[in-house]
């Protein structure tokens, strides 16, 4: 969270135990979604957060290896996210983070 952009973080699994994709809830502007091991299913968590009425320029970072030296983090939106991942690459592991809070973070990171 972050004061006067998100007072919400929900953290999901991007899969449940049967591998089936989460339940991505309805849109809130003021929400952040941190969604675990999930991105080698990237394009498909994009089309269920837009399918469940989050905008094409919902801010989105892939932060890879959180915590450690080499931690990475990839900047896009909801529309180019894609994209940006299959042109740099991935470093597993990984999680997606996605609401307006990613505009805040200050570290160094991989934009479109």
């Given at each position: 969270?972050h004061?006067g952009?998100?007072d ?9 135990r049967?591998?089936a994709?989460?339940?991505i809830?309805?849109?809130l ?29 919902l ?14 983090t ?14 740099v690459?991935?470093n597993?592991?990984g999680?997606?983070?996605a609401?307006?809070?990613?505009n ?9």
């Amino acid at each position: 969270t972050h004061r006067g952009v998100a007072d919400q973080v929900l953290v999901l699994s991007g899969a449940d135990r049967n591998g089936a994709l989460p339940s991505i809830p309805h849109y809130l502007a003021t929400r952040t979604l941190v969604i675990l091991m999930s991105v080698k299913r990237l394009s498909q968590i994009t089309q269920l957060l837009s399918q469940s009425g989050h905008p094409p320029d919902l801010p989105i970072a892939i932060v890879e290896r959180a915590g450690c030296p080499d931690q990475r983090t990839v900047r896009g939106t909801l529309e180019t996210i894609v994209d940006i991942v299959d042109r740099v690459g991935h470093n597993a592991p990984g999680l997606i983070v996605a609401g307006f809070a990613v505009n805040v973070l200050s570290d160094a990171a991989i934009e479109d």
